[in-house]
């Protein structure tokens, strides 16, 4: 048991070891197993579109490509868009595209490309009086609520200035923000013109799926806010976006610095994540979130799906190349997840992971740990086998809820990673412990022990108990009569084998009879029942182990007589000895430090061993004394009166044994039975004459091999006789031999 548990502990130790330090280094296959979880609850639960949310994707779809050629277009042609767009009522106009060179298709480009230089120079004056494309996009920006898209770079471009007014308060959240060294905004006049520019940019993790995307970003030492939040911004006409950070107003961190907590801009306070991130509940792609542009040039598009509402413009052709993947759906288009993060932030579906959940997840994780390593080591295998995924379940349920109810994303795949890893640590520690210790129950008991004990032992290992213990159990001591004239003349190999025909029927019929052997002493047996494990009706097996012991020595004199016979030569009958008794005794691992054996010891072991040197002086082979004789009462049993063993002050009642139930039912039992107490009804009044007539009439009337029995009482009640009756006589049969 001592082994079991210290070998449990160093498994508990190193499934710790191996699996609880990933909460601390967070490795990224640790952290890909979360995103996956955290998508596929995304896939589970998506956001639900809503036809009412405030943005709309006006898109250059392959409808429009084919209308109006292919990208870019003219700058006035985007004007016009943005015209349209302000009439019917747009809040806020935000481009999705990058206009940092100049209009390829305005009428100067034009007249560059006329090969006669008269009519280059006439054509040349009219286009001067004319505005150019840039300026006619810059005069349409200038009358509607239009934000243009900038690319951060880590190319070192001078940035351009953020037309909101970005507001700290807190600690300076600018080392946390994911940076850049500068930036590539439009054209100047646009940008002049534009009330809003916004980064475009996407921060995708290594499998280039989108998940979280910073609504602030630094480009060089100037703060830029995403597309998507200052097209908020100028959707409410707000004019600062105030970003919030550890240790403002409300966002104690204890003299820590631990980035943003939230950004807010007009009615909107957004918690995002320490690097000023947020991560957006996708909804599948809808075809009623998506106008073509050519349906707005067309003036077939509902002033109902523009006015009052956030228009992203951007590219939703394939092969304009602006396609990003997200949790839900392999191909996307960038504009579109523009769309999503408003429409997350308007519907307050962000999602968020709390700083304090890595925290969480490992404490759950240890405590799971522990929990199931101890429900392992102490429940039956059935119960920790159905805890553990029992345990899972519960951990991605809770998960799920908290994603789908609250919005918060906490990791069951690590702490269940933990339950894994211990079930199996503790599983497998458990299998081999138990597998040694049956390996060790049946090296130690399997020639001693029946098959079904051996088997019990096994299956139950810590019934066993190896340091000693006290039990009540049924002891038999058996011994060949007159070794010495059966052995001479014999060889060591027929010795031997002599030895091994005897032996092998007698412990078989003890093994078979769920009994134990203890030990062999040359031609003695000592056999217990009762332990290791515990037998109900031990004395009547041990009284049926001598009653198959008894025939099978007669078997094996027919089978020795039958061979003598046929090599002509004599042999001597072999005869056994056998003392029962019942009793407590001492039984577990005696021995040495380097060696021991399973044993008993006690007052009970030497008394069964006195009983079979009682069996000499009677002239019979099996005798039990009144404990055993009373704990199996219905087989026939023969009363040899009391007898005081050599050693012994206390005088003990022995009884012969005449066979089973069956005989004890008997008349011819009944009979002999019934002669026989009347002759120790006349020994016990002192009548020793009367006794020996008796006994002498029994001897004659006997089946064999009783009549020895009578024989040695006849002589014994003459002996008394002889000597005449003793004052203060006994009946006890003080015996001087073992």
Sequence with gaps: MLKRRRAYLLALVAAAALILPWGVVQPRALDDLRNFVFDTFQRIAPRAYDPEAPTRVVGVDEKSLKAYGQWPWPRARLAELVDRLRDLGAASIAFDFLFAEADRYGASQLVDAIPDARARAEVAKLVAKTPSGDQIFAQALARAPATLGVTLTDAVVAPLPAKSGLATAGDDPAPFLVSFAGAVGPERQLADAAQGLGATNWLPDHDQIVRRVPLVIRAGEVLMPSLALEALRVAQGESAIVIRSSNASGQTAFGKQTGVNAIKVGAFEIETGPNAEVRPRYSHSAAARDISAKDVFDGRVAREEIEGRIIFVGALATGLGDI????????????????????????????????????????????????????????????????????????????????????????????????????????????????????????????????????????????????????????????????????????????????????????????????????????????????????????????????????ALVGLNQRRVEAAAASGHDIQPAAMGLGLHLGPCSVGNMGSIRRFDYSILGDTVNLASRLEGASKAFQTDIVASTAVRDAAPDFAWIDLGRVRVLGKSEATEVFAIAGDNGIAGSDSYVRWRKSHDLMREEYESGRFDAAAERASALARSVPEPWPALYVALEERYRMLAGQGLQVNWSSVWNLSSK
């Design 324 to 551: 990003r993947a997200t949790p839900l759906e392999p191909v996307a288009p960038g504009v579109d997840v523009h769309a999503q993060i408003i429409e997350s932030i308007a519907s307050g579906a962000l999602l968020a992971r709390p700083d304090w959940a890595p925290g969480l997840e490992f404490v759950v994780a240890a405590l799971t740990l522990l929990l199931l390593m101890g429900l392992l080591y102490v429940a039956p295998p059935l119960v920790s086998a159905a805890a553990a995924p029992l345990v899972v379940v519960g951990l991605f349920a809770g998960a799920f809820y908290l994603f789908d109810r609250h919005g918060l994303l906490l990791d069951p795949a690590y702490p269940s990673l933990a339950i894994i890893g211990a079930y199996l640590f503790g599983a497998v520690t458990l299998w081999r412990a138990e597998t040694s210790a049956r390996r060790h129950v049946r090296q130690a008991f399997g020639k001693f022990v029946s098959p079904a004990v051996v088997d019990r032992l096994a299956e139950h290992p810590d019934r066993l108990v190896l340091g000693g213990e006290t039990r009540e159990l049924t002891v038999l001591f058996s011994d060949l009569r007159n070794f010495s004239r059966i052995s001479e003349g014999m060889s060591a190999r027929e010795l031997t084998q002599f030895m091994n025909d005897y032996l092998t029927p007698m412990t078989d019929a003890i093994l078979e009879e769920e009994g134990t052997v203890d030990k062999y002493m040359g031609d003695a047996v000592l056999a217990f029942w009762n332990a290791p494990l515990d037998i109900d009706d031990h004395p009547r097996r041990a009284v049926r182990a001598a009653l198959a012991m008894r025939e």
